[in-house]
């Protein structure tokens, strides 16, 4: 079926950790994005990407590594978990037009312990 | 910088009243886009509206309206005759035509409607 999905569901890692968060789509969306969702703060930005090997900082992009060798694929990796870390994560992607929306994948719930 | 505010962090209403949710933003982008997504108590993220900045046409589809007014930044998204259903968290968002803005979403920290039969 057509659409984001993002694996795992649910992760729990322990501190110092490296941990990968999969992200795959089957729209051939030129942009994707990787957020996180955390109370009181909404949606921040982590990482996103304009096309394939094309990669970019958002808002809270420390301690996040991306990559994105093909365009179907965008996975988020913690190199070192922390525990401010630990949130739920939303993968996204649009088409190329100024005023697509972003579709979502259902998230990642990662807790750092 | 682009910036979101939805000054409402919670609302709680009874089933079949009316509810308005405030959305303000800032923008130095000329031409730029606003959403508003639900987030039901499921947690998936789901795309409700976009509208252009250069259109000002406020929106009804079904129990939903929608309020662009350009003079104040702001982009209010009403309830009409809430239900139990509704009961989610909205957010709203921007996003930039061009530069840096260009396509990323910035979001509200979003607002809790609870609707109670």
């Known amino acids: 079926d057509a659409g984001i999905t993002q694996s795992p569901r649910y992760k729990i890692t322990e501190t110092g950790r490296q941990v990968t968060l999969m992200c795959h789509q089957t729209?051939?969306?030129?942009?994707m994005f990787w957020y996180r969702q955390d109370l009181g703060h909404g949606l921040r930005l982590i990482y996103y990407s304009a096309a394939a090997d094309i990669t970019d900082k958002g808002e809270v992009p420390d301690g996040y590594v991306v990559s994105r060798s093909k365009t179907e694929n965008f996975p988020l990796t913690l190199e070192s978990a922390t525990r401010s870390q630990t949130s739920v994560y939303f993968c996204a992607s649009r088409g190329t037009g100024g005023n697509s929306p972003l579709h979502f994948g259902n998230g990642t719930r990662l807790t750092v312990t | 910088a682009q910036k979101v505010t939805q000054a409402q962090t919670e609302i709680s209403v009874v089933e079949k009243e009316d509810v308005t949710l405030d959305c303000v933003y800032e923008?130095?982008?000329?031409?730029?886009?606003l959403f508003w997504y639900k987030q039901p108590p499921s947690g998936e993220l789901v795309f409700l509206i976009r509208r252009n900045s250069f259109d000002e046409q406020n929106e009804i589809s079904g129990r939903y309206s929608w309020n662009f007014q350009k003079s104040t930044s702001s982009f209010n998204f009403t309830i009409t005759a809430s239900q139990v259903v509704d009961s989610a968290v909205y957010f709203c968002?921007?996003?930039?035509?061009?530069?840096?803005?260009?396509?990323?979403?910035?979001f509200g920290q979003g607002t809790i409607l609870t609707v109670h039969p």
């Open positions: 923008t130095r982008d000329t031409t730029y886009y």
């Open positions: 729209w051939s969306h030129s942009y």
């Open positions: 968002a921007l996003s930039g035509a061009g530069g840096t803005s260009y396509g990323k979403l910035t």
